[in-house]
């Protein structure tokens, strides 16, 4: 089992709609998660970070985080063409930040 | 400007010759980080620093060494490349410290593309 899992996709959504990004993890000790956005031959972004239960918001993202289900999901309102990229979930275990394959979301004009 | 820089950002070079990538940031980071990055098996982790003279095995560290001498410089050697060492690499910073759950946030730097024929 990998330590943390995420859909590869593609996701695809029409522009303006939601995306909602998922990504489940192993080590229930895990007690820091992030979202990281990378575009296409480019270094991963670190957009969102959340640390406890529930949601957090930040312009148009929203972070969830459930630790007794052990996932966190990333959801993107009114999305932009320009969004368009692989989302990276990365998880502090007991040593180092772990990371998800990515999901790679496609917004359609 | 704070920043992670790397060099070089292309190499195309051949099995068995000695290569060094450098990565140096000015933030003043204690924890470095050097990742590679493969189709389908996402962010690995190399080596990584927690700081100067303090280096430790990442997951896929078979084939690279490291050093750290200084605190913002962190290169990766590869003393004998191979075709499979061809992948894109990440160096990476961030602070240590700071109360749990709430380390802080990982920094990258623009990436080496590594191709080994």
């Known amino acids: 089992q990998k330590e943390v899992e995420q859909n590869s996709g593609p996701l695809s959504v029409p522009e303006g709609a939601i995306a909602s990004l998922n990504c489940t993890y192993s080590d229930r000790g895990s007690q820091s998660f992030f979202w990281y956005r990378q575009y296409s031959g480019k270094s991963p972004e670190l957009i969102m970070s959340i640390y406890s239960n529930g949601d957090k918001e930040d312009g148009r993202f929203t972070a969830q985080l459930n630790k007794a289900s052990q996932y966190v999901s990333l959801l993107i309102r009114d999305s932009q063409p320009s969004d368009s990229a692989t989302y990276l979930c990365a998880v502090t275990g007991r040593r180092a930040l772990t990371f998800g394959s990515g999901t790679r979301l496609q917004v359609q004009p | 400007e704070a920043q992670v820089t790397q060099n070089p950002r292309y190499l195309i070079t051949v099995t068995g010759k000695k290569l060094t990538v450098t990565c140096s940031q000015n933030?003043?980071?204690?924890?470095m980080s050097w990742y590679r990055q493969d189709p389908g098996l996402g962010l690995r982790q190399i080596y990584y620093?927690?700081?100067?003279?303090?280096?430790d095995k990442g997951d896929v560290p078979e084939g690279y060494k490291v050093s750290r001498k200084e605190k913002r410089n962190f290169p990766l050697i590869l003393e004998s490349p191979s075709p499979n060492q061809t992948s894109l690499y990440f160096c990476?910073?961030?602070?240590?410290?700071?109360?749990?759950?709430?380390?802080?946030?990982?920094?990258f730097g623009p990436g080496t593309r590594l191709t080994v024929t």
């Open positions: 933030m003043n980071h204690e924890y």
């Open positions: 990476a910073s961030r602070k240590v410290g700071g109360a749990l759950p709430r380390p802080y946030e990982q920094y």
């Open positions: 620093s927690m700081n100067v003279e303090v280096t």
